[in-house]
């Protein structure tokens, strides 16, 4: 069964970085596209960033870019997400997901993700 463990969330200070990882068991994680969504209260699911099973391309949405950096490393099984020059915007909740795809693809549609992590919380006070 495949299962998926964030990590690395917590209250910072406006400016301040986390680096949030999700640690894959249960399955082949290089068969594997990974992304990062978030959800704050109140509102909709959004897509963060994604990283194809190669780890070759990477896609940010435009809110985080310049700021958030997603990287993965297929022999421990981990996807991470650098989050610097937090702002209090980026408060919410930060979901791992993944997605049976192959080379370099990637998809921003959570709903083509196939498995979900339990989420960790982000925090920026201004």
């Known amino acids: 069964q495949v299962q998926l463990v964030e990590s690395g969330g917590g209250l910072v200070q406006a400016g301040e970085s986390l680096r949030l990882s999700c640690l894959v068991s249960?399955?082949?994680?290089?068969?594997?596209?990974a992304g990062w969504f978030r959800q704050a209260p109140g509102k909709e699911r959004e897509f963060v960033a994604t990283i194809s099973p190669s780890g070759d391309r990477t896609v940010r949405a435009d809110s985080v870019k310049g700021r958030f950096t997603i990287s993965r490393d297929n022999d421990k099984n981990t996807v991470y997400l650098q989050t610097n020059s937090l702002k209090p915007e980026d408060t919410a909740i930060y979901y791992c997901a993944i997605r049976r795809s192959a080379g370099s693809a990637t998809s921003a549609r959570w709903s083509e993700y196939d498995y979900w992590g339990q989420g960790t919380q982000v925090t920026v006070s201004s």
């Open positions: 249960g399955g082949t994680f290089s068969w594997y596209g």
